[in-house]
């Protein structure tokens, strides 16, 4: 849960059905066999087939959660997370410094496992081509709903081309920052790259 400063009090979200957990638990399954795999005998030479086995699910049931191999590394859970903290911060506050707090706020209550879980993901996305090829359509899709919630907040249309300069600074920003950190310090340093480049958007890109 993301503690922060809010423009209004908003209630608690509801505890997640049973069916809901089920499916967070079967698509937690899926990840870890897949991490487990990949790291035995590598991504390429993972089937999907193969995860299926090793998670106790049928080849459909992957597919169902993950509609591609990559998939499996490529997509998380963070980004209607991140939306809905941004549309519970000061209405008041500067679109980059509300989505600085967000994200700062979300790593630094990140568990030692998802940090793990991290790690292992920025690896293979260094590591194979065909992550490095996808990721674009997963910002994309980020993008999407970081627009609506900035434009919400605004009163601007996510097509608005301010808005839509904005976000694509904002997830320029963010992937140069998380390589960054990655590449010469491990997952420790990426919230401080993070924090690092998204004050340089709210300051005009000093250089």
């Given amino acids: 849960m993301i503690s922060m400063a809010s423009a209004h009090t908003t209630p608690p979200e509801p505890r997640p059905g049973l069916r809901e957990r089920k499916k967070i ?13 990949f ?3 590598g991504y390429e030479a993972t089937p999907v087939d193969r995860i299926a086995e090793a998670a106790d699910v049928s080849p459909s ?3 169902r959660y993950f509609p591609t191999k990559e998939d499996i590394v490529l997509t998380d859970e963070y ?3 991140i939306a809905t903290a941004l549309r519970d911060r000061p209405l008041d506050e500067p679109p980059v410094s509300s989505l600085r707090r967000v994200l700062i706020d979300m790593a630094r209550q990140l568990t030692d496992d998802e940090r793990a879980e991290m790690l292992t993901r920025l690896t293979l996305i260094r590591q194979v081509p ?3 090829a996808r990721m674009g359509e997963g910002m994309a899709k980020t993008g999407v709903l970081m627009g609506e919630a900035l434009a ?3 009163g601007r249309s996510p097509e608005d081309l301010e808005v839509r300069v904005l976000v694509g600074a904002v997830l320029g920003a963010l992937q140069e920052a998380v390589f960054h950190g990655f590449d010469r310090h491990g997952v420790k340093a990426v919230e401080d790259s993070i924090d690092r480049a998204l ?4 300051k005009g890109l000093p250089l």
Wanted: charge should be positive; aromatic fraction near 6%; glycine fraction near 0%.
């Fill in 25 to 37: 638990q079967t698509r937690q399954a899926i990840r870890r066999a897949a991490y487990r795999l």
């Fill in 39 to 41: 790291a035995e005998q």
């Fill in 61 to 63: 049931t992957v597919f």
């Fill in 79 to 81: 980004d209607e997370a």
């Fill in 130 to 132: 065909a992550l490095r």
């Fill in 152 to 154: 919400e907040r605004s």
């Fill in 199 to 202: 004050a340089m958007l709210a």
